[in-house]
């Protein structure tokens, strides 16, 4: 972290070490900079975690790891990898980016936002915990009920699922709001809503499926929380409750979940694509109003996850129509993108081919995706490898390599020192090979019959060669992961410093310098129209001149700046709510002791600013 | 005139794509041919369902190709050039918006309603004179009753060819999911709810299933074998499920049913005529069935001995617990179950 700090907007006053002015910063790129680096260390554990289970099962009947290590092991993959690496890491992006495309010098809520942050770490810590008591969770990232009852599940596996989830829905609820209230309120004057750049359209979609989302996921997991700890029957079936209570609950907020992971991405493409092509993104308005139409029927499509358990022709022919429709939104958005292209003058850079890559694959598993929209067809190939190839297509050929792009892209602005584009393409390359090799052949292994979430196979079903095939692939990608990291450690000190506008790009945010100032805008930009920063250089859509250069900034200004002082407390709360929480699994004592450790340090929380602004001493 | 030779560029995309539509057949024969494939329906259901599949296949390969092909064009038609101009700052345009949203929605016609018709045709209400069976996943194994017949056996399903087989299926611990690929898609099997499925085999043979909803410990060792008899064969199996066990005076056997008797194995299981427990799978045909564990392995004496020596070595997690029989004691039990044909 020292090499960062260096170059760190925010450093606070000299007396503070570094390490304290990181725990106690409420400075939302710093924020958003711890959010990216924690997000890639556990994409790194989940990444590990696959690369065991692919190495299981490169021949039939292996024994490198057992059923049971298996079982934690897909299961931790996929609950890391969903909410602990990509959310976090489209965190990271909302942190770092929303205040400067708006034009904002902070979030609505900076130590709210410092409160996400620690509690997301302690909810990502507290489930890999879980690794060190040798009770890793082993009922599948759906967790399904009745196999996730005291009766099938005795141990503590399920618990620290279950507990870890709530945790890390806390931490999403608050940015949610704190993100909606900042898109809200926050905008520089002139930058109405149809102005906003369109990364900052989908992040709000994205904030609206949070808030919405979560309490669905909140409620199954307390029932199953009584369940389990207070003897409760609600997904108990030999009492008459029912485990697909769970399921119409987990999907209710799984498959919006899909959206929260796939929007940020595609509103990276939609900045990215018009900047190397130096046109403006084709039909913005469209492309938002699929955004909002996506997350909209993100909603009514849940049960399309549940064709198999039997509930009837009727909701079978409405879900398939409800999901297939979201194939409209979503195909107009791919148009859009190329259209956006068409036309233009491509500078091929890493960003870039990042973006191209998430065009590529994404369309891939969308298509797959309306393969099994139809439930007959999705009776073949649901709990296949079918559906694992899918889901990899639009969540690592969507999602990761959306926010790759972003990273490539807006590295400068948060580091001040460009990506190596030799290395990054180098990186592309060998990312894109990888996972092709990974995972198309696990279409095939699906249609041949493979099932998810098996540890070994018998020899004589025809799956040994692709599956050796798809092992080989997940190593390729690791390697481009290698080469990922390198380069950032390459750049950090010799890097190409990048000056505040190194991509000749659009919007707000490359207007100021790389690193930004603590207090981002010197002075608060007035909007004119969308993509106002190209305006400013190349005159605005309507033939009008550039703008002419403002009054340089005084330094009178700058002191007049107020920005929002450190705070310890949403640190210290979180430890006290996960001490709370892991009361649940020891005793009642901790309960109660966590519980009102808690609500002192809310309380403290509340009542800080009220304290005379000296006691700060800022 | 000279006639223009073909670039070396296009050479190459030539066999490119000869290698690519090579590769793609072998593929395609490779998804064929194979034990627990999809795509080689051998029931109604499955031919239903492979129509539809195919649908949407050859619609999505166009659209496939279509957008695939039209981003590398375009990128490669505007990469920029030293020297370019800006390009011409175009922001939308509506009717081409429109058309192509329209387009979407038309092409999803195509593939909905046949769906919707399938959905129905797929799931009607069996008849009296279809072939009845209760399925039972338990973990990690099978059970079939069929009523009609007052037979109860486990792991391998046997049904007649033509004859519409209506599967009713509960689950006494937790969820799972029945599923034979060859002869069509799965259908979960819900803890205190009766699910329905149906289909009529049209080829005989036998196919592996297998458990498809994660289950616990063992879901990827749930398999089972299913054996689609031609006509008439079906009615022997039946009678001779019907008739009491065949016993061998071999004395080892008899030292094994004597043993069995004896031990904690009367608990769960049932041979006809000799114990009635519940939990466990149905032995009184043991012997005629060709695998063991739920189609983990051969149903060989050795295999049999292992399995009961120490059953959670073959099936992690399993339900049946190590008796600590002897070596001896175990080949004698194997013996007697290999022979009640």
Redesign the interface.
């Known amino acids: 972290m020292a090499t960062q700090a260096a170059f760190m907007p925010g450093a606070e006053t000299k007396t503070q070490s570094v390490l304290w002015s990181w725990l106690t910063t409420v400075d939302h790129k710093r924020i958003g900079i711890l959010y990216g680096s924690s997000a890639f260390i556990l994409f790194l554990i989940g990444g590990i975690e696959a690369l065991i289970m692919r190495l299981q099962l490169a021949r039939p009947d292996n024994t490198l790891v ?3 290590t298996f ?1 934690e092991l897909f299961t931790m993959h996929g609950t890391t990898m969903v909410f602990m690496a990509i959310m976090p890491m489209s965190a990271a992006f909302f942190n770092f980016m929303i205040p400067l495309m708006i034009g904002a010098r902070d979030v609505a809520f900076p130590r709210l936002n410092a409160l996400s942050y620690w509690i997301f770490l302690s909810g990502a810590l507290f489930v890999n915990a879980s690794w060190l008591f040798g009770v890793a969770p ?1 009922g ?1 990232w759906f967790g ?1 009920a ?2 996730s009852s005291a009766q ?1 599940s005795p141990t503590h596996s399920i618990d620290f699922w279950m507990l870890g989830l709530q945790i890390l829905g806390v931490s999403s609820m608050l940015a949610g709001f704190n993100f909606i209230v900042t898109i809200i309120n926050m905008r520089a004057p002139g930058m109405t809503l149809m102005r906003m750049p369109v990364f900052i359209w989908m992040s709000l979609v994205t904030q609206f499926l949070l808030v919405l989302a979560f309490p669905a996921i909140t409620v199954a997991l307390i029932l199953l929380m009584f369940d389990r700890f207070f003897g409760t029957l609600f997904y108990v ?2 009492a008459g409750g029912d ?2 209570l769970w399921q119409h609950l987990f999907w209710i907020f799984g498959h919006p979940e899909v959206y929260i992971l796939i929007l940020p991405a595609m509103g990276i493409v939609s900045e990215v694509l018009p900047t190397f ?4 993104l ?5 492309v938002i109003y699929s955004g909002i139409m996506i997350g909209f029927f993100g909603f009514g499509v849940w049960s399309h996850h549940m064709f ?3 509930m ?2 009727v909701a ?2 409405a879900f ?2 409800a999901t ?2 979201i ?2 939104p979503t ?2 958005k ?3 993108w ?2 956006t ?8 850079t890493t960003p870039l081919y990042f973006s ?1 890559g998430f ?2 694959m994404f ?2 598993g969308g ?2 995706g ?2 099994h ?12 490898y079918f559906v694992v190839a899918h889901f990899h297509y639009v969540l690592f050929g969507g999602s990761i390599f959306g926010l790759f792009s972003g990273a490539y892209y807006w590295w400068p602005k948060i580091t001040g020192r460009l990506l190596d584009e030799r290395l990054g393409k180098l990186h592309f390359w060998l990312m894109l090979i990888g996972f092709n090799v990974t995972f198309f052949p696990q279409h ?1 292994l ?13 020899p ?3 799956w040994n060669f692709w599956n050796l095939v798809s092992t080989i692939g997940a190593f390729i990608i690791a390697v481009s992961f290698v080469i990922f990291i390198a380069n950032v450690i390459r750049t950090a000190r010799s890097g190409q410093v990048a000056g505040p506008d190194p991509w000749d790009a659009r919007t707000l945010e490359w207007s100021i310098p790389s690193p930004p100032p603590v207090y981002n805008f010197a002075r608060i930009p007035e909007v004119h129209g969308r993509d106002d920063f190209w305006a400013t250089k ?1 005159g605005d ?1 309507h033939g009008g001149a550039p703008h002419p250069q403002p009054a340089p900034v005084t330094a009178a200004e700058i002191a007049a700046i107020h920005m929002p002082p450190t705070s310890y407390w949403p640190i210290v709360l979180a430890v006290g709510m996960m001490i709370m929480i892991s009361g649940l699994m020891t005793s009642m004592y901790q309960i109660i002791a966590g519980g009102l450790f808690t609500l002192f340090c809310m309380y403290q929380f509340a009542v800080e600013y009220h304290r005379p602004p000296a006691a700060h001493g800022h | 005139m000279i006639k223009r030779l073909p670039s070396a560029s296009s050479v190459r995309t030539a066999i490119l794509l000869t290698g690519v539509l090579l590769l793609a057949t072998s ?1 395609g024969w ?2 064929w ?7 080689r329906p051998r029931s109604d259901f499955g031919r ?2 492979d129509e ?2 195919m649908l ?2 050859w619609t ?1 390969l166009v ?2 190709i279509a ?2 092909g ?2 590398l064009y ?2 490669w038609r ?4 030293p020297g ?11 009717v ?2 429109i058309s ?2 329209i387009a ?2 038309l092409v ?1 016609l195509i ?2 309603i046949p ?2 018709k ?3 045709k ?2 009607e209400a069996p008849a009296a004179t279809d072939l009845h069976v209760e399925v039972a996943g338990k ?1 990690w194994w099978w059970e079939f009753k069929y009523p009609q017949f007052n037979i109860t056996t486990a792991n391998e399903l046997h049904l007649p060819v033509g004859q519409t087989a209506a599967f009713f299926l509960n689950a006494p ?3 799972h ?1 029945f ?1 034979i ?1 060859h002869l ?5 099997v ?4 009766v ?2 499925l149906m289909m009529t085999p049209e080829v005989p043979g036998e196919y ?1 299933g ?12 749930m ?1 089972f074998r299913v054996i689609v008899h031609p006509k008439g064969e079906f009615e022997q199996w039946v009678r001779a499920q019907q008739a009491p066990p065949a016993e061998s005076n071999d004395p080892l056997a008899q030292q094994g049913k004597s043993l069995f008797a004896q031990s904690a194995c009367v608990g769960c299981h049932t041979i006809a005529g000799v114990s009635a427990g519940q939990i466990g799978p149905n032995l009184t045909h043991f012997g005629g069935r060709k695998s063991l564990a739920a189609n983990l392995m051969p149903n060989t004496p050795a295999n049999v001995a292992r399995w009961i020596e120490n059953p959670d070595h073959m099936k ?2 399993a339900r049946m617990p190590n008796l600590g029989m002897t070596g001896e004691q175990s080949q004698a039990l194997a013996a007697y179950l290999l022979s009640l044909k």
């Open positions: 057992g059923a049971q079982n082993d599948g399904y009745n196999l099938f079936p030999s485990p697909l092509a130096r046109k403006p084709f039909g913005a308005p469209v198999a358990v039997g009837g022709p079978d022919s398939s129509i297939m429709l194939a409209v195909g107009v791919i148009l859009n190329i259209s292209l068409w036309g233009g003058t491509i500078r091929f191209l065009i590529a369309t891939m298509l797959s309306v393969m929209a139809s439930p007959p067809v999705d009776l073949q190939q649901t709990d296949t095939f699906g249609l041949i019959g493979m099932p998810r979430r098996i540890y070994t196979y018998a004589d079903l025809g190349y859509e | 593929c490779s998804l041919d194979n034990p627990m494939t999809t795509v239903w369902t539809i599949f949407i296949s999505t659209i496939f957008v695939e039209g981003l375009v990128c505007f990469r920029d050039r370019a101009p800006l390009p011409r700052q175009i922001h939308g345009h509506t081409l918006e192509w949203t979407f929605a999803l593939i909905g769906t919707i399938i959905i129905f797929t799931q973990q611990d937790v969820i999911s599923w690929p069509g898609g799965k259908r979960d819900v803890p205190h709810r699910n329905r592996p297998q458990c498809a909803e994660y289950c616990g410990m063992s879901h990827a060792n398999r992690p997690g």
